[in-house]
């Protein structure tokens, strides 16, 4: 899953396999175009690409 986090103005990537006890919450999120230069779409093989923990 790549998402914003609200601790960080960058996104993060997390692996849904190892997620436990997760809760749905219905809260406002930041929209990904205000963490990431990506601004009309999302290019998922420019950031595994561009991010050196993908790889």
Request: glycine content about 4%; overall charge positive; hydrophobic content about 25%.
């Amino acid at each position: 899953m790549i998402c914003g986090h609200d601790k960080y103005d960058r996104l993060e990537h997390y692996r849904v396999d190892r997620m436990r006890n997760i809760e749905i919450l219905d809260e406002k999120r930041r929209n990904f175009t205000e963490v990431c230069d990506y601004k009309n779409k999302f290019d998922t093989g420019n950031y595994v690409v561009s991010y050196k923990f993908c790889r």
